[in-house]
């Protein structure tokens, strides 16, 4: 019974890590996607509403 | 428009940062349930009598069986809610559901056979309901994975599958009663009013189901932020492509 138990146990481990990295990676799309949004909205702000010349510069 | 399209992606990008926030909290107390699991299913639980150690994968199967009927919850709300609103947020939570269904109900059909073969002497029994309508979600899910890919962008896609969901997860009832509405060799061990099992066994099985629980939590949170970043991304790149 002894090597189901540790084979579970390295599989599910192994499972966590790679839901573990996913997350810090989900993390990080997330807070970029809140700096480019930000940055849109500034921008947006800052030019003529009406001139319909608003540009983003997302490099 | 292109406010209200903005307020809209900062409406998601917040929803998305709310799901990552929830799976991070669950992300440890899963892992430490699923290896109290681990325990509960190999070492505390006593051998059955018959079977022997191979009554052991019940935990693992049973507990996968559970939880994809309750993820199709999901699918279903997902898909009225699409319908009802036209709010693609549904769309996600439908569709990432159905992801995580199909994750479940792949290990329900692969325990399944490696359970049944030492037990019953025979893999497979195609011809037994409970087997044939679990099949038959799992095919209902492979084909709405291929729906998706193979629909353009838009109302109509999203729409489709929205009834198909709503198609596949009627078949969950289906499942749960085809041990009582037809002749069938699957035991019924658990039913809504009674568990067939020695205390010992129920509270591993008990361990086992909230581990599969709070997987199946995570999975989805993390498919459903993983689609509305996506979602978020390409309105962005079509503003942009717009304005230009």
């Given at each position: 019974m002894?090597?189901?138990?540790?084979?579970?146990?390295?599989?599910?481990?192994?499972?966590?890590?790679?839901?573990?990295?996913?997350?810090?990676?989900q993390q990080r799309v997330q807070s970029e996607l809140e700096a480019i949004l930000e940055k849109i909205k500034s921008e947006a702000e800052g030019a003529d509403p009406g001139s319909g010349t608003s540009r983003t510069n997302l490099q | 428009m292109l406010l209200s399209s903005k307020a809209l992606?900062?409406?998601?990008?917040?929803?998305?940062?709310r799901c990552l926030k929830i799976s991070g909290w669950v992300l440890v107390p899963t892992y430490l349930v699923m290896l109290a699991a681990i325990y509960a299913a190999f070492l505390y639980a006593p051998t059955e009598r018959v079977m022997g150690d191979v009554q052991r994968i019940f935990y693992f199967h049973v507990s996968a069986a559970i939880v994809s009927f309750a993820v199709f919850i999901g699918v279903f709300l997902g898909g009225?809610?699409?319908?009802?609103?036209?709010?693609?947020?549904?769309?996600?939570?439908a569709a990432s559901s159905v992801d995580v269904g199909l994750f479940l109900t792949a290990i329900v059909l692969t325990t399944g056979p490696i359970w049944s073969k030492p037990a019953w002497n025979v893999w497979l029994k195609w011809d037994d309901p409970r087997v044939l309508?679990?099949?038959?979600?799992?095919?209902?899910?492979?084909?709405?994975?291929?729906?998706r890919t193979a629909f353009p962008e838009g109302h109509r896609k999203y729409a489709v599958c929205a009834v198909f969901g709503i198609i596949g997860a009627l078949d969950v009832p289906i499942i749960y009663m085809s041990v009582h509405w037809w002749n069938t060799f699957h035991p019924v061990v658990i039913t809504m009013s009674e568990v067939k099992l020695d205390p010992m066994m129920q509270q591993a099985g008990l361990v086992a189901l909230s581990a599969f629980l709070l997987l199946a939590l995570v999975l989805l949170l993390q498919r459903v932020s993983i689609r509305l970043h996506d979602m978020i991304t390409k309105d962005i790149l079509k503003n942009l492509r717009e304005q230009e």
């Amino acid at each position: 019974m002894g090597y189901l138990v540790a084979a579970y146990t390295v599989i599910w481990t192994l499972l966590f890590i790679f839901l573990l990295l996913t997350h810090r990676r989900q993390q990080r799309v997330q807070s970029e996607l809140e700096a480019i949004l930000e940055k849109i909205k500034s921008e947006a702000e800052g030019a003529d509403p009406g001139s319909g010349t608003s540009r983003t510069n997302l490099q | 428009m292109l406010l209200s399209s903005k307020a809209l992606q900062i409406s998601r990008l917040r929803s998305a940062g709310r799901c990552l926030k929830i799976s991070g909290w669950v992300l440890v107390p899963t892992y430490l349930v699923m290896l109290a699991a681990i325990y509960a299913a190999f070492l505390y639980a006593p051998t059955e009598r018959v079977m022997g150690d191979v009554q052991r994968i019940f935990y693992f199967h049973v507990s996968a069986a559970i939880v994809s009927f309750a993820v199709f919850i999901g699918v279903f709300l997902g898909g009225i809610g699409y319908l009802v609103t036209r709010d693609r947020f549904w769309d996600s939570l439908a569709a990432s559901s159905v992801d995580v269904g199909l994750f479940l109900t792949a290990i329900v059909l692969t325990t399944g056979p490696i359970w049944s073969k030492p037990a019953w002497n025979v893999w497979l029994k195609w011809d037994d309901p409970r087997v044939l309508t679990e099949l038959i979600l799992l095919v209902i899910c492979v084909a709405y994975v291929i729906l998706r890919t193979a629909f353009p962008e838009g109302h109509r896609k999203y729409a489709v599958c929205a009834v198909f969901g709503i198609i596949g997860a009627l078949d969950v009832p289906i499942i749960y009663m085809s041990v009582h509405w037809w002749n069938t060799f699957h035991p019924v061990v658990i039913t809504m009013s009674e568990v067939k099992l020695d205390p010992m066994m129920q509270q591993a099985g008990l361990v086992a189901l909230s581990a599969f629980l709070l997987l199946a939590l995570v999975l989805l949170l993390q498919r459903v932020s993983i689609r509305l970043h996506d979602m978020i991304t390409k309105d962005i790149l079509k503003n942009l492509r717009e304005q230009e």
